[in-house]
């Protein structure tokens, strides 16, 4: 589920829709959870689709650690690319803002941890990256990491709409974590191994 103050809306020809703040956002808030309706898809199951589904899945998922298939079931599926992303996802199913989004500011991830299947040239924001690769998170988990830890200090401080989707051992998980008692898992931990399923699929 995506964070209550958000809209939708149409950004550009060239990216179509976003998820864009209707108020301020602080750094270390919450921005979405992965909650009950949203649908998990294997690779069997999406193969084994007509092929409108398959081009839908495509288009509008993302793949855990599993190689499984996740389409948000709200506005979250719209939420756009930015190798500068104001949003990053966390080793326990939710992203945080890394910084502070103002309204009327998209939400943005890097879909370099998304696990892509195949590379893409994103848009020119005049950064060093210029092409998605799926295995960037191998690359960059470090980066992201540090990043994430500089607010985490923040979540039990900022109002976070979106907690009653955690469940209390997760959020008992985070204060611990906060406080220093336990460490943060990387996001390292989201990475999937396709060539492990191949190797399945395809065994030598």
Same mark, same amino acid.
């Given at each position: 589920? =995506?964070?209550?103050?958000?809209?939708?809306?149409?950004?550009?020809?060239? =990216?179509?829709?976003?998820?864009?703040?209707?108020?301020?956002?602080?750094?270390? &808030?919450?921005?979405?959870?992965?909650?009950?309706?949203?649908? @998990?898809?294997?690779?069997?199951?999406?193969?084994?689709?007509?092929? =409108?589904?398959?081009?839908?899945?495509?288009?509008?998922?993302?793949? +855990?650690?599993?190689?499984?298939?996740? $389409? !948000?079931?709200?506005?979250?599926?719209?939420?756009?690319?930015?190798?500068?992303?104001? !949003?990053?996802?966390?080793?326990? *199913?939710?992203?945080?803002?890394?910084?502070?989004?103002?309204?009327?500011?998209?939400?943005?991830? *890097?879909?370099?941890?998304? +696990?892509?299947?195949?590379?893409?040239?994103?848009?020119?924001?005049?950064?060093?990256?210029?092409?998605?690769?799926? +295995?960037?998170?191998? #690359?960059?988990? #470090?980066?992201? *990491?540090?990043?994430?830890?500089?607010? $985490?200090?923040? =979540?039990?401080?900022?109002?976070?709409?979106?907690?009653?989707?955690?469940?209390?051992?997760?959020? +008992?998980?985070? @204060?611990?974590?906060?406080?220093?008692?336990?460490?943060?898992?990387?996001?390292? &931990?989201?990475?999937?191994?396709?060539?492990?399923?191949?190797?399945?699929?395809?065994?030598?």
């Amino acid at each position: 589920m =995506i964070h209550p103050d958000t809209e939708l809306r149409f950004i550009s020809n060239e =990216i179509g829709y976003g998820v864009v703040a209707t108020k301020f956002i602080p750094a270390g &808030t919450i921005t979405w959870v992965l909650d009950k309706l949203d649908r @998990e898809f294997t690779p069997l199951e999406l193969q084994q689709m007509e092929p =409108i589904y398959q081009t839908i899945l495509d288009t509008y998922t993302f793949r +855990n650690n599993k190689g499984n298939y996740i $389409l !948000c079931w709200d506005n979250g599926r719209y939420v756009n690319h930015s190798f500068n992303s104001n !949003c990053l996802t966390t080793a326990y *199913d939710f992203e945080i803002a890394v910084r502070d989004i103002q309204p009327g500011e998209q939400l943005t991830d *890097d879909y370099g941890y998304l +696990n892509i299947p195949l590379p893409f040239r994103a848009a020119d924001e005049g950064t060093r990256r210029k092409i998605v690769y799926p +295995n960037d998170l191998l #690359k960059y988990y #470090k980066v992201w *990491d540090n990043k994430i830890k500089k607010v $985490l200090g923040n =979540i039990t401080k900022q109002q976070q709409p979106l907690r009653p989707l955690l469940n209390g051992g997760l959020w +008992n998980k985070i @204060e611990a974590i906060t406080a220093g008692k336990e460490p943060m898992d990387s996001i390292l &931990t989201n990475f999937y191994d396709a060539s492990q399923l191949e190797s399945i699929v395809n065994p030598v």
